[in-house]
Nanobody, 122 residues
C-alpha cells in the first residue's frame, strides 16, 4: 500500500518556476515507478513524466520536454517535479501516481495523490 501527498503548487507568472513534491508512505515505495499527470479545467487528465523505480529511466511528454525534470529520493520517500519556463497552458491540477511500470498510460498506475493546483498567468 502506498499513500501519496502532493505539495508545492501555487500561482506563478509565465516564464517562472515551481518545484512540486510528492511525499509517499508505504514500505514498498522504492519498488514503484512514479509518474506525474495533470488535468486542466474541461480537459482530460494527461501524462507529464515518469521515472523508474531506480531512477535510471525517465520519459517526458513532448509538451514539457526540456522544461520539466523529474527526480526521486527513495531514502526520503519523495518524488519531485521541477518546472521551469512555465507557460499558461501548464495551468492544471498536478497529480503524482505510483505504478508497476514506467508508462504514460494512467491505467497502469495503482495509487494516486489528491493533486496540487498550478496556475500560470500570462
Amino acid at each position: 500500500q502506498v499513500q501519496l501527498v502532493e505539495s508545492g503548487g501555487g500561482l506563478v507568472q509565465a516564464g517562472g518556476s515551481l518545484k512540486l513534491s510528492c511525499a509517499a508512505s508505504g514500505r514498498t515505495f522504492s519498488s514503484y515507478a512514479m509518474g506525474w499527470f495533470r488535468q486542466a479545467p474541461g480537459k482530460e487528465r494527461e501524462f507529464v513524466t515518469v521515472i523508474s523505480w531506480r531512477g535510471s529511466v525517465t520519459y517526458y511528454a513532448d509538451s514539457v520536454k526540456g522544461r520539466f525534470t523529474i527526480s526521486r529520493d527513495n531514502a526520503k520517500n519523495t518524488v519531485y517535479l521541477q518546472m521551469n519556463s512555465l507557460k499558461p497552458e501548464d495551468t492544471a491540477v498536478y497529480y503524482c501516481a505510483a505504478g508497476g511500470r514506467s508508462s504514460a498510460d494512467e491505467a497502469t498506475y495503482d495509487y494516486w495523490g489528491q493533486g496540487t493546483q498550478v496556475t500560470v498567468s500570462s
